[in-house]
């Protein structure tokens, strides 16, 4: 798996297993599935990085067969968000009909997440919950204390803070699968607390319509697995 979170198997670090009764396999399997097919765009650079077969996963898909298919989310919503970055990316093909990025979607990842400049919608969790709006920041901490505390550990991507949206889903993803006592806990506390917040912003930042289209199918993913799990989230104040 690339630039996610690997969790360590330790039996003495375990998350609210006296309250704890193991859903239904398949929801999280579906759980993983979102994890694993978002959190690539939020990653992977169109250009330069390693989602390629995300991406070309994504230009030969078929909406009307997906969209009724798509976990935890209704069935229009899920066409409209997925018909938004499948045809956006119409222009991303080479003449044998592989993705090959174009400028607008290179550039619109990096204006959106990367820089040089002022990035309109920074996808790291603290920026918006922390007073002072930076990296690193107080939930960011706490994320990290509460994946060392439960034996969770990463193995790649070092200097990113865990906090990043796509690290955030490739976790989520791999809780479900590994760890599943610790997933309502990790969406409840450090997840589900500012992701809809974020996406709203993305939502209404992006000017390629793959983003907008990413940003509305993911957060009607994530807040569908919310129901699902019947997570009750207390919100913080948002400073950004």
């Known amino acids: 798996m690339t ?49 390629a077969v995300s991406f ?6 078929d909406v009307e067969a997906a969209a009724p298919a ?16 499948v045809d956006s990316l119409a ?16 550039w619109e990842y990096r204006r959106l997440f990367i820089g040089p400049g002022k990035k309109p919608t920074p996808p790291w969790g603290s920026v918006y919950t ?4 930076v990296v690193f920041g107080k939930s960011t901490l706490e994320l990290r204390a509460w994946m060392r505390a439960h034996g969770i550990a990463r193995t790649q991507d070092e200097r990113t803070p865990e906090d990043h949206i796509g690290l955030m889903l490739a ?12 997933l309502d806990e990790f969406l409840r506390d450090h997840f589900l607390t500012w992701s809809g917040h974020f996406l709203d912003e993305l ?16 957060a009607a993913s994530l807040d569908g697995i919310r129901e699902a799990r019947g997570v009750s989230v207390t919100y913080p104040r948002f400073y950004r």
Request: with cysteine; net charge negative; aromatic share 8%.
């Open 91 to 106: 222009t991303c093909r080479d003449d044998e009909g592989r993705f090959l990025s174009d400028d607008d979607l290179m």
């Open 203 to 218: 939502a209404e930042a992006a000017e390629h319509p793959f983003y907008e289209g990413l940003a509305h199918l993911t």
């Open 171 to 182: 976790l989520m993803a791999t809780l479900a699968r590994e760890r599943p006592t610790c």
């Open 130 to 133: 922390d007073r002072e709006m």
């Open 3 to 51: 630039e996610q979170e690997s969790v360590q198997s330790d039996d003495e670090m375990l998350c609210d297993t006296d309250e704890f009764e193991l859903r239904d396999a398949d929801q999280l399997e579906a759980i993983a599935f979102i994890g694993e097919a978002l959190s690539p765009f939020y990653l992977q650079d169109p250009r330069k990085g390693a989602a």
């Open 70 to 85: 798509w976990p935890f989310v209704p069935e229009d919503q899920a066409a409209s968000a997925l018909r938004m970055m």
């Open 56 to 61: 070309q996963a994504m230009v030969d898909l």
